[in-house]
């Protein structure tokens, strides 16, 4: 068997969940930033080459973004080796535990993938241009692309469930 018989359901709303997650809320963070800062076609904010203050704000700018990429690469350890931890306890049958695990693996994924959006955001409040948020939604976006569930994620999840517990006295 290749998965359970719900498998086309949960992946339907593990990808509705990640759209509204990782596509709707950063784009609606970004378009409600860019009417902060006044007008859509003004992007404002500090100048990247300004001197007053541009080395810590570059500096803030660089380790954060490092921090995404590790946010990234986070995300692509979930999805390509998910911790035990995250399947729910051994000793349930697989058909229990299958939608519960994939909805928290899916979460974790979306989640460690929106960071990177806040990080841009919070880039953008301490006054950098909008442009910048852009980048760490464009980061969260490459980010659900790559690292979202699809359905081989799904059966090759299934299948795991079920030899742990055919292991299990």
């Known amino acids: 068997m290749t998965g359970p018989s719900n498998l086309p359901a949960i992946l339907t709303k593990t990808t509705f969940i990640g759209l509204v997650v990782n596509v709707v809320?950063?784009?609606?963070?970004?378009?409600v930033?860019?009417?902060?800062?006044g007008n859509l076609t003004d992007p404002g904010g500090i100048p990247?080459?300004?001197?007053?203050g541009g080395g810590e704000q570059r500096l803030l700018f660089y380790?954060?973004?490092?921090v995404a990429a590790v946010d990234l690469a986070v995300a692509g350890f979930l999805r390509f080796r998910t911790p035990a931890s995250m399947l729910?306890?051994?000793?349930?049958?697989?058909?229990?535990?299958?939608?519960?695990?994939a909805m928290n693996i899916s979460w974790m994924i979306f989640s460690v993938n929106l960071s990177c959006t806040i990080y841009g955001l919070?880039?953008?409040i301490l006054g950098l241009r909008i442009e910048?948020?852009?980048?760490f939604t464009a980061l969260t976006l490459i980010g659900y692309q790559l690292?979202?569930?699809?359905?081989?994620?799904?059966?090759e999840l299934w299948i795991r469930l079920e030899q742990d517990g055919s292991r299990r006295p």
């Open 25 to 31: 809320i950063p784009t609606t963070l970004l378009v």
């Open 33 to 37: 930033m860019a009417l902060v800062r």
């Open 48 to 52: 990247w080459s300004e001197s007053a």
């Open 63 to 66: 380790i954060l973004l490092a």
């Open 88 to 101: 729910g306890s051994a000793g349930v049958p697989p058909a229990e535990r299958f939608e519960k695990a």
């Open 122 to 124: 919070v880039l953008a």
């Open 132 to 135: 910048v948020m852009m980048l």
């Open 147 to 155: 690292f979202r569930p699809r359905q081989r994620f799904l059966e």
